[in-house]
């Protein structure tokens, strides 16, 4: 974060607090007009555990589960989870401009989660029944003893 990279911090608070909330605003009419739905979001290990250099990132993603859990105590018939993968293979990340940070992120990859554990996550929330709301799933690779993602 002493790198001060404002428009990285906005990129991040726009991409993944305000895209949330706008894709919320997209689905919960249709849903609530409908009288069912399932909103699900991905968050991060991140916002469960802060690391070094990904404060900003972290706190983005902790929002996530404060709108999603909000969200969750409001709705009475639409379900809603979050998922929070630990680091998974993605074109994510790959921008970053703070050297340290990116040290830290490739490091990191080592340990990546495969897409298809994160699309079995989601498939598994939503073959659930009905009145079956699964509200938070963590995933992480067993690889990733020792670390906080």
């Given at each position: ?12 608070v ?57 969200l ?58 009905a ?19």
């Amino acid at each position: 974060m002493n790198a001060l990279k404002t428009d990285e911090w906005d990129s991040i608070v726009d991409i993944n607090i305000k895209g949330v909330l706008n894709g919320i605003a997209a689905v919960l009419p249709l849903m609530e007009a409908q009288g069912s739905g399932h909103i699900i979001s991905t968050a991060s290990t991140g916002a469960h555990a802060v690391g070094g250099q990904f404060g900003v990132y972290c706190a983005s993603k902790y929002a996530v589960c404060a709108i999603m859990e909000g969200l969750r105590q409001e709705m009475s018939k639409i379900r809603v989870t979050t998922i929070s993968p630990g680091v998974t293979e993605s074109e994510l990340g790959h921008d970053i401009t703070v050297a340290d940070t990116a040290t830290a992120v490739k490091q990191l990859r080592s340990i990546a989660l495969d897409t298809n554990a994160i699309a079995n996550a989601v498939l598994y929330t939503i073959n659930q029944p009905a009145d079956v709301d699964v509200n938070e799933m963590i995933i992480r690779s067993v690889r990733s003893a020792g670390h906080a993602f």
